[in-house]
Nanobody, 119 residues
């Protein structure tokens, strides 16, 4: 049973930084493995959107809106993924969700952590 636990959200002024962490405190089937982990976000009244992902092999992908400002990294041994967010903007305000996909393309989500950037 996969259990994703996020931490690190909060309120910061524009230009500030935050670091989100997500740990998989559960386990996945021994016949499966983690394909990728990542972060999505959802602002009020908006659809959930991809922020950044990292594959088991270390390949990364970012939304255009966060390139150059956000950095995703992972620790396979700890089943943990991080999102370093710098130069935050008010439009980055959203609930940020951790995501995990297994090799069977099963998707798991965390409960979300609020990030608020004030102007």
């Amino acid at each position: 049973q996969v259990q994703l636990v996020e931490s690190g959200g909060g309120k910061v002024p524009a230009g500030g930084s935050l670091r989100l962490s997500c740990i998989n405190s559960g386990t996945i089937s021994t016949i499966s493995r983690i394909n990728a982990m990542g972060w999505y976000r959802q602002a009020p009244g908006e659809q959930r959107e991809l922020v950044a992902t990292i594959t088991r092999g270390g390949s990364t992908n970012y939304a255009d809106s966060v390139k150059g400002r956000f950095t995703i990294s992972g620790d396979n041994a700890k089943n943990t993924v991080y999102l370093q967010m710098n130069s935050l903007k008010p439009e980055d305000t959203a609930v940020y969700y951790c995501h995990l996909q297994t090799s069977y393309y099963t998707n798991y989500w965390g409960q979300g952590t609020q990030v608020t950037v004030s102007s």
